[in-house]
């Protein structure tokens, strides 16, 4: 078990926090597909034998989500078409400077979408309110029930708790945090420490930002009852008032209650930073759009190839390697025409400006077909690994099926059979 638990903790740690990606949704056509495939990969294939490897585990793994990796970038260059070609009509929003504003087209295909500009002065900022700083240890709290109540855009809300006898202030503090967290009235809580002294404070965030002109607070905490067990936390103490961004846009002043908002019905924008004078915003020129698609799928491609250099290193096994470099040096000729590069170790490289000027050139037909060519290869080796990454482990051989009478085994090239390992055997 202390194996398996390796496996599954190195997938968690590497992998765990990958967000979902919309390319990842499929229809039931497409999982019926994926299913149909596993179980041919699976018709013939002999019992074997796993080398006894603790990385075993970590490199079927490893194949498995860079083969996923690798179809996603495939299915984001197909997402307007199967031919690349394709790309060129997708409307795809840039910002010149994308630390202080990311930009997101949203509009229609024909509706119009003029460029403009847009100062960034000040972000719009939540409501904090910070309670006193109470010793952790201590007693301030008598046994008893208590209750505050929370105003908070045009709702109210009555928090009751209760002090046991014995309990510390930092118990009072914890609960008071974990029944404002899981009450989803738009507030999160959290507790603050004093590095110097060690005491704790309890800090509450309002999830909205900015204040109306007829609003002087976004939530406001009062207690008739309980008014000396608040004063003693202090929760109902403003200390950073919600406000509005600020920004211009083409030259003129605006504010916004929060710092998402949409542009003409065209644009959304969320605000990130201040920004260094004028962010142009605007449609993405295509070559760039295409070069960016381009870019993430040769960083899939490079993504195996270190995969297959790093197994190859400890155990002296090419498939992997092969198998994905053979690609680029099967369309080598073709890819440096259109401006993709391999160096010494099989990484593939992009040089756009060479992209740009060859689909802009007379051959451009023969510069989408030689992209599309590497799409359809790159698509090929990925769904391959992914149906049966354990194709390209050390195993051993240890009895062939018979031919014409086998059974079919669909889960044997699951994720767990890189982390399921009977070492036993």
């Known amino acids: 078990m202390a194996r398996i638990d390796a496996a599954y903790n190195y997938f968690m740690t590497t992998y765990g926090d990958n967000i979902g990606n919309r390319y ?8 019926r597909d994926t299913y149909n495939k596993i179980v041919k990969a699976n018709k013939d294939s002999p019992l ?14 490893d194949i498995k989500e860079h083969a996923n990796s690798m179809a996603l970038s495939v299915s984001n260059l197909s997402s307007a078409g199967e031919d690349i070609s394709s790309v060129l009509d997708k409307r795809i929003a840039s910002s010149s400077q994308p630390d202080s504003v990311e930009a997101l087209y949203v509009g229609d295909d024909d509706s119009v979408a003029d460029p403009f500009t847009i100062e960034v002065e000040e972000l719009a900022k939540p409501q904090v309110n910070t309670g006193n700083f109470l010793p952790s240890e201590g007693h301030d709290f008598a046994e008893g029930q208590y209750s505050f109540d929370l105003d908070i855009r045009n709702h109210s809300y009555e928090f009751q708790f209760n002090v046991n006898k014995g309990e510390t202030n930092l118990n009072v503090q914890n609960k008071i945090v974990r029944l404002l967290n899981t009450s989803d009235v738009g507030l999160s809580a959290m507790l603050i420490s004093d590095d110097r002294t060690g005491s704790k404070a309890i800090q509450i965030t309002s999830k909205a930002t900015g ?24 929760i109902d103490n403003i200390t950073q008032q919600p406000s509005n961004s600020s920004f211009k846009l083409n030259g003129n002043a605006h504010e916004s209650l929060s710092n998402t908002f949409t542009v003409n019905k065209a644009y959304e924008l969320a605000l990130k930073a201040p920004s260094t004078g004028a962010v142009q915003v605007g449609l993405m020129n295509d070559t760039e759009a295409l070069s960016k698609g381009i870019n993430q799928l040769l960083d899939s491609y490079n993504g195996m190839i270190d995969i297959g250099l790093k197994y190859n290193g400890a155990h002296q096994n090419r498939t992997l390697f092969n198998e994905i470099s053979s690609i680029a040096r099967n369309q080598a000729d073709g890819l440096a025409q259109v401006g993709i590069a391999s160096d010494s170790l099989g990484h593939l490289t992009l040089d756009k400006d060479t992209l740009a000027d060859t689909i802009n050139g007379i051959d451009s037909r023969g510069a989408f077909d030689t992209l599309n060519e590497l799409k359809a290869s790159i698509s090929r080796a990925a769904s391959k690994a992914s149906i049966n990454p354990m194709a390209y482990v050390d195993k051993a051989v240890v009895e062939y099926k018979n031919p014409g009478k086998s059974l079919s085994a669909p889960y044997a090239t699951s994720a767990y059979s890189g982390m399921m390992v009977n070492y036993g055997l």
């Open 48 to 61: 074997y034998k796993i080398k006894d490897s603790e990385d075993m585990g970590q490199f079927a793994i």
């Open 211 to 234: 204040k109306s002109t007829d609003e002087n607070s976004l939530f406001n905490i009062s207690s008739s009852i309980s008014w000396r067990e608040l004063n003693t936390l202090g």
């Open 24 to 31: 990842e949704s499929h229809k039931k056509s497409e999982l």
